[in-house]
C-alpha cells in the first residue's frame, strides 16, 4: 500500500499504459459511474457515452399510480425520490438492482416515483425524507401502506420482499438451493435413492407410493402451485417415478441437463426459474 501511497479505502487510481510511473494518479472525482466514465474520457481523448442499463422499476405517474401500485394480486415496493436529491438518486441503484433479481415473478413488483414532479403524492403518503420507501401489499390491505425501514442495500431488499412473499430470490434473479424443499421430503428422497442403489424394488415402490401421496395432500389443501415457497409435491413423484422406470442413473443425468439450460442464454429467465426449483429437487435424488 505504501508503494502506491494508499492511505484510505476506497482508493482508486489511473496508470497510463506505456508509462512508467510508480505510484499513479489519485482519483478525486465522483464515485458515479458518470463521473468516471467523465475521467476516463479526458484521460484518454475519447468521448465515450454511459449506457444506462434497463430498468426493471416501473416510473409511476398520477394516472399509472393507483391501478399499479393498489393491485391486490401482487406485492408492490414503491421508492419515493425526488431528482434534487443526490442522496436517494445514488440509493436507487441498488434498488433497481432489487427490481431486476424480481423480473419473473408476477407476485411482487418495485416501482418508482419523483415526488417533486408529483408533491401531492409527497403530501398524501407523508413523503418528507427521501427516500421513503412504502411496501402495498397483496389481498385486502393493498391500499394501506407499510413503511419500509430495513436498509438500501440490495439484499435488504431481497430479504424483506422475500419473506413477505414466500420466495427465495438471490440479487440477479438465481434461486436459492433450498426453495421448494421441506425437510421431510428430503429424507424420503434419501431414503428412496438408498432403496435404488440396493436393488430393493419393493421398499422404493412404498417410498414412490409416499411421493404420490404427499402430491395428493397438497392439492387437497388447496396451496398455490405457482408459490415457489410451497414444495414441488408432483415433481418429487415424477422424479420418482422416472427413476423406477429409468434406472438409477436418470436423477444424475436430468439435473446435468437442466444446469446445461439454466446456464444457457437462449433460455428465458422465467423458464430458468422453473429449473432452478427443479434441480433443487433433483439434488435431493443424487
Known sequence: ??????????????????????????????????????????????DKKLKSPPEHTESLTPNSFDSFSLD??????????????????????????????????????????????????????????????????????????????????????????????????????DILDHAGLTTELKDEAARFMDHIFSDDASSAAESLKKFEAFAEDESETGSSKDDENSALWDYFAHVAESTVKNGKKWPSSELERLLELINSDAVSHVKKSEFMLKRNVLKCFQ
Open 72 to 173: 391486490p394480486n401482487r406485492g408492490v415496493l414503491v421508492y419515493f425520490y425526488a431528482a434534487w436529491s443526490d442522496f436517494s438518486k445514488e440509493m436507487l441503484t441498488n434498488f433497481e438492482i432489487a427490481a431486476y433479481s424480481y423480473r419473473s415473478d408476477k407476485s411482487v413488483v418495485l416501482a418508482k416515483m419523483d415526488v417533486e414532479k408529483y408533491p401531492e403524492f409527497a403530501l398524501k403518503y407523508s413523503v418528507t425524507t427521501y427516500p421513503t420507501i412504502l411496501y402495498f401489499s397483496k389481498g385486502e390491505d393493498a391500499a394501506v401502506p407499510i413503511l419500509y425501514n430495513e436498509g438500501f442495500g440490495v439484499q435488504n431488499y431481497l430479504d424483506y420482499l422475500n419473506d413477505l412473499n414466500g420466495l427465495h430470490r438471490m440479487s440477479g434473479g
Open 1 to 46: 500500500m505504501k508503494k502506491y501511497e494508499v492511505n484510505g479505502f476506497p482508493a482508486i487510481k489511473w496508470f497510463q499504459g506505456g508509462q512508467l510511473v510508480d505510484t499513479g494518479v489519485s482519483y478525486t472525482g465522483g464515485r458515479t459511474a458518470e463521473d468516471m466514465v467523465e475521467f476516463v474520457n479526458s484521460r484518454l481523448g475519447l
